[in-house]
């Protein structure tokens, strides 16, 4: 075998591997949005249904156990998610995805404003994510495990509402509707830790 045929033959080999490589790097968006708007997705043992994960937070919702603690101070007497969830209803019809984001707002600052009056902490935690402020309240047992797995399950179904490419919805109105009532429900637990009806 002469250095021609060596190299023609590396050619050869080299040829699929590079047409792959560059079809993936080529057609690496329009099937990341093809991906993006699935309401159901199943690949071998990984399965993803925004309509059935929101039906089994619902009912880990209605079970949840928080400790109601004596917070630091008095909190401010009125309740900043209620008019996040007020909004959010109204979004649900013509935005579902935008509803899903505004409900989870609502969450999200219930955290804080748990975190903020029952944690033992320096400070106010502005800069904490959602998910911080949980495992601040789960390590301090002002939750417990099953309520901090229904929050990250939340935050899940938040970030597939939200990080999506424009195009085909993947969250109905009535999907929308039941994370809100969902949502309402967590900030209404929550609310009793720090004694903010």
């Not at 909190?75 to 008019?83: E, F, G, L, R, Y």
């Not at 955290?111 to 998910?131: D, E, I, K, R, Y």
């Not at 911080?132 to 938040?158: G, P, V, W, Y």
């Amino acid at each position: 075998m002469d250095w021609l045929q060596f190299l023609a033959s590396v050619v050869g080999s080299l040829a699929w591997p590079a047409t792959v490589v560059t079809l993936i790097v080529l057609l690496r968006a329009p099937v990341t949005r093809v991906l993006l708007t699935l309401t159901h997705l199943k690949y071998k043992e990984i399965e993803l249904d925004f309509g059935r994960e929101l039906t089994q937070l619902e009912d880990k919702a209605k079970a949840i156990d928080v400790k109601p603690r004596q917070p630091k101070a008095h909190p401010p007497a009125t309740k900043d998610a209620v008019p996040f969830l007020d909004e959010a209803e109204r979004l649900a019809q013509d935005f579902p995805e935008a509803a899903v984001a505004v409900g989870w707002q609502a969450v999200e600052g219930e955290l804080m404003f748990a975190v903020t009056w029952l944690a033992a902490l320096p400070g106010p935690p502005f800069h904490n994510s959602a998910m911080k402020n949980s495992e601040i309240l789960l390590a301090q047992e002002i939750i417990n495990e099953s309520t901090f797995d229904l929050l990250k399950r939340m935050r899940h179904l938040r970030n597939v509402a939200v990080h999506r490419d424009h195009g085909v919805g993947i969250v109905t109105t009535d999907q929308a509707i039941e994370f809100i009532a969902l949502a309402r429900e967590v900030v209404e637990k929550l609310g009793a830790l720090h004694g903010v009806q």
